[in-house]
């Protein structure tokens, strides 16, 4: 066994600053996220993308299929392009249709199991895969600039850089189903190949392969090809909604790990006594290349503007805390960053990402720990004063809520009868509460801590007699043991914005850009300004990557 | 591969038991146990889902454990039960004998995922099924599973049925502001 030594790092940032909502929904990408991570391992392998077929008319309709082997497998993507209607176009879960449908193979299909995809794919949810299907996906064009490019690259010319910029892809993904659903490939399947056992890594390599599908069938419709460094900053979007949300609270051992991953990894380079010449450029360099990105970066919603004007007016501070005399002090980059809590939120989240970036050779290797095999446990031997002490020490923001006040209980999560559209309800005016998912964490661990106040003896007695706390029971626990498993606010608030939960998931996935539509809705774009093929080099960098002028 | 329509993935199945176990009106944390163990179930013995299905029927009332060791109880609706026995035999050792448990497959099923190292051997002769707390046994190798499973459409369909119980009927309202998304994406 070759014993490495462990870099050194200062203590990670504590729970009950990190995993609070708003925190969490001012999250950027990092190169831990999990498209920058796919695309390392593509590129070491130089991993090539292969076209076998294209059956596509000249309006822009019909299938193709891309092929590709990564780390001693084959995998192909189905793309099947569709008439859509545009009273038929939504990005909602209730869709019926779609422009575009996908499916991410196991292996390379034949004939006619690519002729059953092509059938089945359109339908989506209405339809039945196999287990040799691993994703299903769909998705929408973005109407306005495909039209613009196509149209553009049909006359001869090319897309406007500005509106390339502005949305940052040609289509969006609505759904990217995984793990089983609609009979596609349990994920114990790829659990253990390489790079595909990393967690939603055969999501990942999906909507990469989309975009490719994306630029492809732009210049086949528009009948030339696109400036590459416009066509780099086309990545593939994805319009997300409410269903994210519960995937945070039902998967805690991931969150955790996830998290864990990201502090241990700002806890590093926090570490760091001295900086070395090319860091310090490096920094520089991230630092012009985040101004450009907010420069970039448009947003409709009032909330989510108001977050960018105070980051672009206080990003120059920042910079300028980047002088060579800061940087030349011991553990440059503690300081920088504890020094960061006079700036806002989402100023001090965009520092935590871009401190980070220089450092792959310290932080890449701890990608190997976001994958969790585990399920929380209960444990019924605990006693029932051990975990009322845990409750005492990790859930004082949750006994601190008053309940019978409306604001702290306004909401209700639910799943709707059309389609199972996750939705949030108002409790005290729409029907349904009756219903609602257990997403009231805070209220349920309240509950559980009232009841279990004065008790003795094992949590087994004590849940025969409340079986009803058995689940709140076991996320306390599981709480104990992993501390960044629950986010600690609550979900039924009236002040709960769902639109920090979705952020927080796809800015692990590797997106920016972040559009949020209403307080639950939202689209980001991914692998905007993200290299076109498999060079090692350019998929070390491109984080936050603008467009070249 | 053939496309069977009766194939479900373990994830679905265990995604589906979990809204079904729901809408059939288990607490929670019963739920996410049953839930959990459905796979291991299905796998092993898809025709075993019958007992879950039947498990599953309301009502489900609580459920007094006897204090004497071995753990005594005749014709125990696993659903509640299974869980609270697991509890006390991992908590303080000892064994249970169920004559006639309502869905013994279950309740094994419950045991090795509660138990994945094999602390709780179970033993049955058809009547009775026998768990005892061991454990200072060698621990068996995880389990693989490997989906999908045939699933008899009546048993999904009694599943489907008990799971609707947590979806939300229906509105315009609910339809046009739940989301948070408008209706049309043409931009």
Known sequence: MLDLPIPPQTSLRPPSEVMRLRRMGAAFPTRLSFLPTLLRHMAAERVRIDRPVWNIDARGFGHALYTLRLAGHAYGLVAVSSDLPPEA?????????????????DGIPDAAELARIVAAAPRQEAARFTARDLILSRANKSVRLFDHVTARLAAGGQPDPGLVRATGYLMRTTAVYGNGKFGIADRSRIADRPVLSG????EMLTVWLIR????????????????PRLKRHLGIGNATGLGMAPFLVAHPLLLDAWMQVRETALARVRAVEALEADRIDRLHTLVARAAAHLAEWQVDDPTAAARLDMLRREWPEVAAHLSPEALARPRPLDRLMSGATRWSI???????ALLIEPFGDLVDGLTECMASPFAPRLDPAMS???LAALIAQDWDWALALDFA????????WYVSEEKAEPRLGDRFTEDGAERESPLDIARQVQALARDLAGQRGPLSRFLALHPNHRAAARRVQTLARHPYAEIRDNMIGAECLPIDMLRCKLAFFGAAKFDPKSDRWTRIALAQGAPLGPDPDSAQDWWLAAMDP | MTNSSDARSLNEIEALVLKAARGAGLPLGHAEDIAAAAPLLAAAAPGDLDQLVAALAPPHDPVTL???DPILLHAPRIAMAGPLILDRLMAEGGSACLRTPDAPALMIALARAAAPAGQIATRTDGTYLHLTMTPDQPPPGPPTLAGPVPVPPRIWASLESLAARTLVPESEASRRSGAGAGLSDND
């Open chain 1, 89 to 105: 176009r939504t990005d909602r879960v209730i869709a019926t249709a779609w422009d575009t449908a996908h499916v991410l193979t």
């Open chain 1, 199 to 202: 967690p939603f890594m055969a």
């Open chain 1, 212 to 227: 490719h599908f994306t630029h492809d069938l732009a210049e086949h419709v528009g009948g030339a090809r696109l400036d």
């Open chain 1, 346 to 352: 989402d100023t001090q989240e965009l520092l935590a």
């Open chain 1, 384 to 386: 029932c004063e051990a």
């Open chain 1, 405 to 412: 006040q409306r604001r702290h209980s306004a909401r209700f």
């Open chain 2, 66 to 68: 006897p204090e004497a």
